[in-house]
């Protein structure tokens, strides 16, 4: 089994000053941390994976496609493969679970 803390993962993520952190990496899937700060910029591209993104926390709104929906704890958003989308109007620090199938390249 493995398990793991967001505080934990949090403070991984912030010490090595990057938005995103993967944290379990297997053949089917891989999961990171997303974090964006109240006012920046998503510099997301389309992805080669199909993604499914949790919000741990904050507020945002996110588009994918043609379509937008706002965001805050407890959201669940999924994205398929070779779709563009991006986080925008983030009106809190967002903290997002990522999970990719297959793993990121």
């Known amino acids: 089994m493995k398990a793991f803390r967001l505080d934990e993962l949090e403070a991984e993520r912030a010490a090595n000053e990057g938005a995103y952190l993967q944290f379990l990496r297997e053949r089917n899937m891989s999961v990171g941390l997303y974090a964006l700060n109240a006012g920046e910029h998503d510099p997301q591209k389309p992805h ?15 588009t994918v496609g043609m379509e937008t929906t706002h ?12 779709v563009a989308h991006k986080f925008h109007h983030i009106s809190e620090d967002l903290r997002v679970l990522v999970v990719f199938s297959p793993p990121e390249s």
């Open 48 to 62: 080669n994976q199909d993604e499914v993104y949790f919000v741990v926390s904050g507020r945002a709104q996110i």
């Open 71 to 82: 965001v805050a704890r407890g959201s669940v958003v999924y994205v398929p493969a070779g």
